[in-house]
């Protein structure tokens, strides 16, 4: 990153000032070199008094600490791929090629009982939690005692993210589907993504960087008469984006545990940008982003992780570009982020950013 300035804001006609004001062209000559050897990099001009080239200078560096942090992933994984689902699916050479290291969690070496007073301390916790149905002494043990392994996991492994495929995550010694700890670890700036996502869970986790009004989500439902989408996911959410936050318990047959909570409640409006890393051809990513806002959703006793998402464009529009892009169906929504950060995000990357 390049500040492109000097220290007075205008040049006098004698040029007195001229030793002091002549870096421009020292600009000019490390830019050449750098775009000769394909290095990333970006220059912020302007006078540093005069504009608001410090303010953008930030906002760009976040977009380098977001690359950086990427390029450095750490991802803890429960269980396996996710049966059928292979748009998010990257190859382990694109993996090192992206500097990804994925850390599996081991029933023997990680799934260890966490301590009676912990326990007890992580169920108090839970408690203190506004609960949206009923929920017996055993399905709070459950919850606390996955979301204790899970946690000791990220520590012990120093991770930046993780992600659970919720198929066989019971499999690796969880005594239940780790769904409340997924939300949590958002609110502490780690990263996550559903059903066994490497990809999305190291980019959440990057994105924390720069912002932690950040939440995994996937696109389920085009409202075409409203020109809206829902937004949700199964139980996993940043509950601090949450206007009402509370949990629930989630029996299904699909989950062949002690049913896991998750959180409900509906995300709060304003203005969002839905970004998603997309897998291309020869093993390569492109990001694609979409401005639009989250609409304030009513009050439901039918309510789960609930936001209705309007895109910039009409949804018909959107969604067409989206996957002709080849979009995924897993992504991350941002709040309150400006377009430039997503330009920087790209070119640090070395990717493709393709705005809709």
């Not at 004698?14 to 004001?21: E, P, Q």
């Not at 892009?325 to 995000?345: I, K, N, Q, R, V």
């Amino acid at each position: 990153i390049m500040l492109d300035t000097t220290p007075d804001f205008e040049y006098p006609v004698d040029h007195s000032t001229l030793m002091t004001n002549h870096g421009i062209h020292g600009v000019q000559d490390l830019a050449n070199r750098l775009r000769r050897l394909r290095m990333p990099y970006k220059v912020v001009a302007g006078h540093w008094s005069e504009s608001n080239v410090l303010q953008k200078t930030l906002e760009t560096a976040q977009a380098a600490a977001v690359a950086n942090a990427f390029r450095h992933s750490r991802v803890g994984r429960l269980g396996g791929d996710f049966r059928g689902m292979g748009d998010f699916l990257l190859s382990e050479q694109a993996m090192r090629d992206n500097g990804i290291t994925v850390v599996h969690f081991d029933r023997n070496k990680h799934a260890v009982m966490p301590a009676e007073a912990e326990i007890a301390q992580e169920i108090a916790a839970l408690k203190a939690i506004p609960l949206a149905d009923e929920a017996n002494e055993d399905i709070y043990r459950a919850n606390a005692i996955s979301s204790l392994m899970v946690r000791h996991f990220l520590e012990k492994e120093n991770l930046s993210s993780f992600t659970f495929n919720f198929m066989d995550a019971h499999e690796t010694g969880v005594p239940t589907t780790p769904f409340v700890e997924a939300c949590n670890v958002m609110t502490r700036r780690l990263g996550y993504a559903g059903e066994g996502d490497v990809l999305d869970a190291a980019g959440i986790g990057a994105l924390m960087q720069a912002t932690e009004k950040t939440t995994f989500t996937e696109m389920f439902c085009p409202d075409w008469k409203a020109d809206l989408i829902y937004v949700s996911h199964m139980g996993e959410v940043n509950p601090t984006l949450l206007a009402n936050p509370a949990l629930r318990t989630k029996a299904s047959s699909y989950l062949p545990t002690p049913a896991p909570f998750t959180y409900t409640g509906a995300l709060k409006p304003g203005k969002v940008t839905v970004a998603n890393l997309a897998p291309a051809p020869d093993d390569k990513l492109e990001l694609i982003t979409c401005e639009g806002e989250i609409l304030p959703f009513p009050e439901s006793k039918h309510q789960q992780i609930s936001g209705f998402f309007r895109p910039a464009m009409p949804i018909a529009k959107f969604l067409s570009a989206y996957s002709q892009l080849g979009g995924t169906h897993h992504s991350a929504l941002c709040y309150d982020m400006p377009s430039s950060f997503w330009e920087d995000l790209a070119l640090f990357l070395g990717i493709t950013h393709h705005r809709l």
